[in-house]
């Protein structure tokens, strides 16, 4: 059933190409390639390191904002939307990176108990390539580092991302990058699906995520080609009409 729900959700979604689960190391994790469309955390009730009782609704990491409750196409009130969800938790392992932020969110992910988690918005601009990027973290002991979970984006899923790494499992999560082009719908579904060890059962779950265009820009070289093509095609057209008009 799990299988056939998951096959329904990714029907109409752009595919999208994954590549490799990457250890979680530092700030430098976090892509800066095109421009950001939208990013997402589970916030609720997150507060400053120096003012414990400042709630904050964002921090930045590699000159990136992360936003609680999501931004842009990624804003829970305007068309992200999760089943599977049972709840979320604020004390993960640390990952001990030296960014104090990049720590701090991945302390807290929202998961849900056995079944997959579904993630989708809309918004997007159709034709646009854009980057997706997704972390889980983990690590808190050996038990908890045997869940790992795969990512589905239409018809194309990733490799297992692991919850926990390094000795004993309690080492950093992992974060993943994938790529698609958005169709005329301008939406995109993804399927987690979890799994679990021989001490503990699946737990999807998710710390972060991050949307950015990636779409090409034609370099300036490109637009001169164009514009010295068209006045080549216009003095052509012109040629031919004067010697139209002389006959």
């Known amino acids: 059933m799990a299988g056939l729900i998951s096959m329904a959700a990714n029907a109409q979604t752009p595919n999208i190409t994954w590549g490799a689960p990457t250890t979680i190391s530092g700030t430098s994790d976090v892509s800066i390639v095109g421009a950001v469309t939208g990013t997402w955390a589970p916030g609720d009730d997150w507060r400053t390191t120096s003012n414990p009782n400042l709630i904050a609704d964002n921090f930045p990491v590699?000159?990136?904002?992360?936003?609680?409750?999501?931004?842009?196409?990624?804003?829970?009130?305007?068309?992200?939307?999760?089943?599977?969800?049972?709840?979320?938790?604020?004390?993960?392992?640390?990952?001990?990176?030296?960014?104090?932020?990049?720590?701090?969110?991945?302390?807290?992910?929202?998961?849900?108990?056995g079944e997959p988690m579904t993630l989708a918005w809309s918004g997007m601009n159709p034709g646009d390539t854009y980057q997706l990027e997704f972390w889980v973290n983990d690590g808190r002991n050996s038990t908890t580092a045997e869940?790992?979970?795969?990512?589905?984006?239409?018809?194309?899923?990733?490799?297992?991302?692991?919850?926990?790494?390094?000795?004993?499992?309690?080492?950093?999560?992992?974060?993943?990058?994938g790529t698609f082009v958005a169709d005329s719908t301008g939406d995109e579904t993804l399927t987690i699906t979890p799994y679990g060890g021989a001490d503990i059962g699946p737990s999807a779950q998710?710390?972060?995520?991050?949307?950015?265009?990636?779409?090409?820009?034609?370099?300036?070289?490109?637009?001169?080609?164009?514009?010295?093509?068209?006045?080549?095609?216009?003095?052509?057209?012109?040629?031919?009409?004067?010697?139209s008009a002389s006959r």
């Open 206 to 243: 998710v710390n972060l995520l991050q949307l950015r265009d990636i779409t090409p820009v034609p370099e300036p070289s490109t637009f001169a080609l164009l514009g010295a093509g068209l006045c080549v095609m216009l003095a052509g057209f012109r040629r031919k009409s004067a010697n």
């Open 147 to 177: 869940r790992s979970e795969t990512i589905t984006g239409g018809a194309n899923t990733s490799a297992a991302l692991a919850y926990g790494t390094g000795p004993n499992g309690t080492g950093p999560g992992q974060f993943i990058l």
């Open 62 to 113: 590699n000159g990136v904002t992360f936003n609680a409750y999501g931004s842009g196409p990624l804003n829970g009130g305007s068309g992200f939307t999760t089943t599977g969800t049972d709840n979320r938790y604020g004390s993960f392992s640390n990952p001990n990176t030296t960014d104090a932020n990049y720590n701090f969110l991945l302390q807290t992910a929202i998961y849900g108990n």
